[in-house]
Each structure stands twice: as structure tokens, then as C-alpha cells.
């Protein structure tokens, strides 16, 4: 699915040490082909792939964590974008009641989303009333009788009449009822079709709705942006409602029906039971279809940690090739700030939690070596020369370690001092940051 599909193409780019415009470029070629694989419209995707490229490239990769992160943060926040930004509340009407006018294909959900809906604004304070327009399916009237007794909203019906006269009655009652939000359920087709729009336009002429909300079922992908851009070229629809998220759905409809009718999913449907609705916020939805873990959680996290300034101060050390070992605490006690290695770790997408335990981050290490640099006195840390064997022996009493854990830190602090001469300061501190100091 598009999810393991993104994530194998930021985990080429994971670690590497510089982004250049070709890995731009070969992590937007997978990119391209999952989105399409996931039945994003082509054009959509075209839009899509462009506007993060010319982000990616053009964007300041030092402050982040790593390159695969910028480029994961930069879908994420154009994927979020693509959907609307905001989510869309439902349009109240100033003068009640709000009259909702639900759309869509057999199957979609109209009934049981409109008990849905009405059940949830129903919990908000509101006093919902349902009306059954659907005269095409027989049993259609029946359904809605028991889904609306199940999130207790009342039902108004007057059998298998004309749907129109059963619509404006309905509103009607729900004046002189008290009812300030009115759910009209329609007949649908299994294809969109002539004699449905007809219909349906009629409706809108006679009693003027305040929305008319599109349900589609997010699993047919493709179809379900075609059958909501003819149902918006018919009606002038004012939003969606996207069904059966709980499916094995691919994240196609969702992303592309924003971008292809410019109307807003306001709505998610996510399983059968009558409680299973919410708001459609496109930033979860993003992070959904990303399915990076908790990857953009510790992005913020990496960047509320990193102090700007010290990264100034220590890239300035660096152009003059003073990396010394007060600097290379501040790495670590940043490094710790931001919470357990393991745990940081686990957070990756593909880097399983267990698999971790005790193996290749060792903490303990790294409060050693914390230890061990506090234990110096601060001209030690601008120049380790001065520690001869006396000097040893009273930092590895004072830090409750061995002189062979303090030359071992000297040793692998000496070679970051040489790797700092081969590579630019840019590349070193980035490295910092990675966690590879
Ligand atoms: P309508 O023909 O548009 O009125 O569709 P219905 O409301 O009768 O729903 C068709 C089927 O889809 C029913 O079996 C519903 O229980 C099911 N359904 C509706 N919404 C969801 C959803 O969000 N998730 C799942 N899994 N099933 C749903
Ligand atoms: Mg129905």
C-alpha cells in the first residue's frame, strides 16, 4: 500500500548524509508511483509531486534532523494541504432549521451516516431530525426507522409519496417540532445517472437546502472521485462525507477530492456501528496515510529540543576545527533531552521497539561519558592534552568509571577532531544530530 511504499523510500533516504536534488528526485519517483498506486487522481499527483520537489530542494535540511525527516515533514504538511488544510465544520443555518441534504450511489451510506451524523450533533447539544426521502428501495424507509431508533433521533416519513413533498413536510414538522437540524436521506443508483440528478436538482430547487453532503465510499478509490465530481457538477454539492475508512481503503479518494472538486471533506465514516463517525481533520489523515509511526511527532520533538543558537556556536567551532570536548557534552546532553535513545529509535517507521532493547543503543554508555566530561575541569575539556595518567585517575574516581573507559572516550574523540577536519562543519554537525557522535 502507499504506506509501506512511502516509507521504503524515505528509508533509502535515511542517512545519508547531504540532499541532493537527485535524491529529491528518486525519493518524489516513489512517491509518484505509490500515489498513484493508491488511486490518487494522475494530476493531483503531478501537482503533488511538484510542489514538494520545489520544496525539498530549496529548503534548509540543516534544520532538521535528518534529510528523510525534512522530506517525510514536507509531505506530510503538502499531503495535509492537498485535503483542505482546516477541517470544515457543517454550515449552520442562521435561520433553523439547518436543512442537510445527503447524496449518493446505493451503497454509500447515506442512511446509516445520516443516523450517524444526526446521532453525533445529537451528543453536541442539537436536536436532529430525520426524514425519509428514499422512495426508489422499499425497505429503504424501514432502515432508517431503526438506525434513527438507535442513536434515538426521531424519524419522519410518510411512505413511498413524492420525495419532494416528503422533504419540504419534513421541514415543516421540524419547525414546529423544535428541530434544528434536518437530515434529508435520498435514493441513489448503483451508477451515477440522468433520471438520480434530475431528481435530485428538483429537490435542491424546492427546498433549498443549507448543505447538500456527498457520501462516498472511500474504498471504491478512482470511482469515488468521478461519482463526486459529476454529483458537484449536478448539485453544486457543499461537502463530503467519505465512508468505510475502516476498510482496507487506500487513501486515493481522500486525497484527491479536495483537489478535484475544490469542495471540502467535512465528514469520515470509519465502521459500521452508528458511533463510528468524526470530524475529517486532513492533518490525521496525512500522518494516516503517511503511516510513518510516530516519525512527525519526533520531528517536533527534535526541533523544539535543538537550541538554534548552540547550533551556530558549535558550526562556528567547527569552521575553526575547536570541537572540544565541552562541545561534544552539549551534543550529548541535547542527544538525552530528547528522551530515551530506544525510545526515539522505536518511533522510526520499520525499526521495531523490542528488537531494540539492548541492543544497539547503549545509554549507559552515554551517561558514562557524560560523567566523564563533567568530572574535567573546563580546561580539560578545551584541551584533553593536559590529561596525564594523575588527571585520569582523579576524573575516573570522580566519575565512578575506569582510566580505560576515559581513554576509550579520548580515542573515539580524537577520530570525530580528524573526521571534523575531512568534513565540512555543515556534515559534522549534522551528524550530531543524527546521533552518531
Ligand atoms: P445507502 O445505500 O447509501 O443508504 O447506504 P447504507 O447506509 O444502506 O449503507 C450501506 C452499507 O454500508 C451498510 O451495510 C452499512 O452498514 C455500511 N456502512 C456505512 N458506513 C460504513 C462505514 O463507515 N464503515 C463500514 N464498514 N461500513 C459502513
Ligand atoms: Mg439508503
Given at each position: 500500500?502507499?504506506?509501506e ?7 533509502r533516504?535515511?542517512g545519508?548524509?547531504r ?8 525519493a ?10 493508491a ?5 493531483v ?26 522530506i ?10 492537498l ?12 435561520k433553523?432549521?439547518?436543512v442537510?441534504m445527503?447524496v ?28 425519509a426521502?428514499?422512495t ?9 426507522e431503526?438506525v434513527g431508533g ?6 419522519f416519513?410518510?411512505g413511498?409519496?413524492?420525495?419532494i413533498?416528503?422533504?419540504?413536510a ?25 433520471e ?14 443549507t448543505e ?6 472511500a474504498m471504491i ?8 465530481k ?9 461537502g463530503?462525507?467519505l ?8 487513501g486515493?479518494?481522500?486525497l ?11 465528514f ?15 492533518d490525521r489523515?496525512?500522518?494516516r496515510i503517511l ?14 529540543t ?9 558550526e ?12 561534544f557534552?552539549?551534543q ?7 528522551g530515551?535513545l ?9 525499526v ?6 539492548g ?8 551517561s558514562?561519558t ?5 568530572s ?35 580515542k573515539?574523540?580524537e577520530?570525530?577532531?580528524q ?11 549534522r ?7
Amino acid at each position: 500500500g502507499l504506506t509501506e511504499k512511502l516509507s521504503a523510500a524515505f528509508k533509502r533516504l535515511r542517512g545519508k548524509g547531504r540532499l541532493t536534488e537527485a535524491d529529491v528526485k528518486e525519493a518524489m519517483k516513489e512517491i509518484r508511483m505509490a500515489l498513484l498506486e493508491a488511486d490518487v487522481n494522475f494530476k493531483v499527483v503531478k501537482q503533488f509531486v511538484a510542489t514538494v520537489t520545489e520544496r525539498a530542494v530549496g529548503s534548509d535540511v540543516l534544520e532538521s534532523l535528518t534529510p528523510a525527516q525534512m522530506i517525510v515533514k514536507i509531505v506530510n504538511e503538502e499531503l495535509t494541504a492537498l485535503m483542505g488544510g482546516e477541517s470544515t465544520k457543517l454550515t449552520i443555518s442562521p435561520k433553523p432549521p439547518t436543512v442537510v441534504m445527503l447524496v449518493g450511489l446505493n451503497g454509500a451510506g447515506k442512511t446509516t451516516n445520516g443516523a450517524k451524523l444526526a446521532g453525533f450533533l445529537k451528543k453536541q447539544g442539537k436536536r436532529p431530525l430525520l426524514v425519509a426521502c428514499d422512495t426508489f428501495r422499499p425497505a429503504a424507509i424501514t432502515q432508517l426507522e431503526v438506525v434513527g431508533g438507535q442513536v434515538d433521533v426521531p424519524v419522519f416519513q410518510m411512505g413511498q409519496i413524492d420525495p419532494i413533498d416528503i422533504a419540504r413536510a419534513g421541514i415543516e414538522h421540524a419547525k414546529s417540532h423544535g428541530n434544528d437540524i434536518v437530515f434529508i436521506d435520498t435514493a441513489g443508483r448503483l451508477h451515477v445517472d440522468q433520471e438520480l440528478m434530475d431528481q435530485l436538482r428538483d429537490m435542491k430547487a424546492a427546498i433549498d437546502p443549507t448543505e447538500i453532503l456527498l457520501i462516498v465510499d472511500a474504498m471504491i478509490g478512482q470511482d469515488a472521485v468521478n461519482a463526486a465530481k459529476a454529483f458537484d457538477e449536478a448539485l453544486d454539492i457543499t461537502g463530503v462525507m467519505l465512508t468505510k475508512l475502516d476498510g482496507d481503503a487506500r487513501g486515493g479518494a481522500a486525497l484527491s477530492i479536495k483537489a478535484v472538486t475544490g469542495k471540502p471533506i467535512k465528514f469520515v465514516g470509519q465502521g459500521e456501528k452508528l458511533d463510528q463517525v468524526d470530524i475529517f481533520y486532513p492533518d490525521r489523515m496525512a500522518s494516516r496515510i503517511l503511516g510513518m509511526g510516530d516519525v512527525l511527532s519526533l520531528i517536533e520533538k527534535a526541533q523544539q529540543t535543538f537550541d538554534a543558537k548552540k547550533a551556530a556556536e558549535l558550526e562556528e567551532k567547527l569552521r575553526k576545527n575547536r570541537f572540544t570536548l565541552a562541545d561534544f557534552y552539549d551534543q550529548l546532553v541535547q542527544l538525552k533531552s530528547m528522551g530515551s535513545l530506544t525510545d526515539i529509535a522505536g518511533m522510526l517507521p520499520g525499526v521495531n521497539g523490542k528488537a531494540l532493547e539492548g541492543a544497539s543503543v547503549d545509554e549507559s554508555a552515554l551517561s558514562r561519558t557524560e560523567a566523564i566530561i563533567l568530572s574535567m575541569t573546563p580546561a580539560e575539556r578545551e584541551d584533553p592534552s593536559l590529561l596525564n595518567n594523575s588527571r585520569k585517575k582523579r576524573i575516573a574516581a570522580g566519575s565512578g568509571t575506569q582510566v580505560v573507559d576515559i581513554n576509550r572516550l579520548l580515542k573515539q574523540f580524537e577520530m570525530m577532531q580528524q573526521m571534523s577536519k575531512q568534513f565540512s562543519g555543515k556534515q559534522l554537525k549534522r551528524m550530531g544530530k543524527m546521533g552518531k557522535l
